[in-house]
């Protein structure tokens, strides 16, 4: 399935806010983006077993990856 450009950086971002201590929730990223949250949640469902190629080994080791929200 093809996403845009928007929608997979609203993933993202929804994605490296729940790895720091200031979490977000996904209406805050829905109304900061314009990206509906139905779109960022499947955006984050592709994503996610992505996650630990997508986000690097500086930012967040693997064992931080597991506390991700599974979709």
């Known amino acids: 399935c093809r996403r845009s450009p ?3 950086a609203a993933a993202v971002i929804y994605m ?3 790895l720091s201590e200031d979490k977000k929730p996904l209406k ?3 109304l900061a983006t314009g990206v509906a949250e139905g779109t960022i949640r499947n955006s984050y469902k592709d994503l996610y077993p992505y996650a630990a190629r997508l986000i690097p080994n500086s930012y ?5 990856l597991k506390n991700l929200c599974t979709p």
Request: glycine letters at 0%; proline letters at 0%.
């Open 6 to 8: 928007i929608s997979i």
């Open 16 to 18: 490296i806010t729940q």
């Open 28 to 30: 805050d990223i829905s």
């Open 60 to 64: 967040a080791k693997e064992e931080d």
